[in-house]
């Protein structure tokens, strides 16, 4: 999780929505990705370049041979269901996340209720680790003066209302 707070530190640090990814496989880091596409700059924020997308859009390019199901996607917030439907088709069979999404976090969707693609995945969801840290990010990404993105959400209201 500390190589996806690097990510989400580096989107923040140009102006992006503070989210990192890192896929892992057998110990190692196969993918990575941040957040962009949220800057003040964009007349219209991207609502597809999640890190998550990010993440699996380099594993597909680098065409390495391995094992999804033994693979691991760490985030430092809760993928939304864009990005948890693309994890569950990927054969990523772990989720791990750091801070809850209550306004667009998608893990906690009953998959039994889903068509059989999902609901036959067998993906596992760990919550919550270094969720302080990540807090900590998305507060100062909310509390940033000239931060547009998601503005007065209740994303925003939740996170600065977070201890």
Known sequence: MALALGYAEKAFSQGEFPVGAVIVCGGRVV??????????????????DHAEIRALRQLERLGQEFDPAEAVIFSTMEPCLMCFSAIILSGIKQVVYAYEDPMGGGTGCDLDTLAPLYKSSGVKVVAGVTRKKSLDLFKRFFEKEDNVYWKDSLLERYTIGQL
């Open 31 to 48: 993918a990575e990705g941040s957040r962009v596409g949220t800057t003040r700059e964009l007349a219209r924020p991207s609502e597809i």
